[in-house]
């Protein structure tokens, strides 16, 4: 494994093979979201595999900023067609609340986001969103507790910033959508990595 890449290059070769670029868009591919659906597309850019599992835990919960980097580029350069035609763009990583930002240290979707600046020229804008309630994790719940658990915990801090502008809303995972449909961006085209 070289200094530069958490990989080794067998398995970053791997990992590149995986890519998969799938788009579900709004209300149609999110009939279990009650309510208004606050996006127009969702692009993710693998399947979530067991590796790909271990390898969010790797970035999450082993400090694996490097993996974050690496895989934000790598979808970055997969995405920067797809992302050409806009003008006015930020990329916002979907904020941890203060303690468990705290308790990791980072926050995974900035780094993906970092990731991705590398390739695709709009703003990182970390601060632009911010979690005030300290959402419990999302992983064991059903896709209405899901909607209900972040309902009202994201605002906006700066909406002057997001006047006439793109919004690319980044997580590390999306399972059913419900922390990616914020009504905080309702009057903006959003995308979500």
Not at 4 to 14: I, R, V, Y
Not at 55 to 82: C, M, P, S
Not at 103 to 108: C, K, M, V
Not at 142 to 169: M, Y
């Amino acid at each position: 494994m070289g200094t530069q890449e958490p990989f080794c290059s067998a398995c970053s070769e791997k990992s590149l093979d995986s890519l998969e670029l799938a788009s579900q868009k709004g209300r149609k591919d999110f009939p279990h979201l009650s309510g208004e659906v606050f996006f127009d597309e969702i692009v993710s850019c693998w399947a979530y595999t067991p590796d790909l599992e271990k390898i969010i835990h790797r970035i999450k919960y082993q400090r694996g900023k490097k993996l974050g980097l690496f895989l934000g580029r790598t979808a970055g350069e997969a995405l920067r067609g797809h992302f050409r035609r806009w003008k006015d763009g930020l990329l916002v990583p979907v904020p941890l609340h203060k303690v468990r930002k705290r308790e990791r240290g980072f926050n995974q979707s900035e780094i993906l986001c970092q990731g991705l600046s590398k390739y695709i020229s709009f703003q990182v804008c970390p601060d632009l969103l911010v979690r005030h309630r300290n959402t419990k994790t999302q992983t064991r719940l059903s896709a209405q507790e899901r909607q209900e658990n972040v309902k009202d915990a994201f605002e906006v801090q700066r909406s002057d910033l997001v006047v006439g502008k793109r919004i690319v809303l980044v997580d590390d995972v999306v399972t059913t959508g419900a922390s990616v449909s914020l009504k905080e961006f309702r009057f903006n085209k959003r995308i979500v990595v």
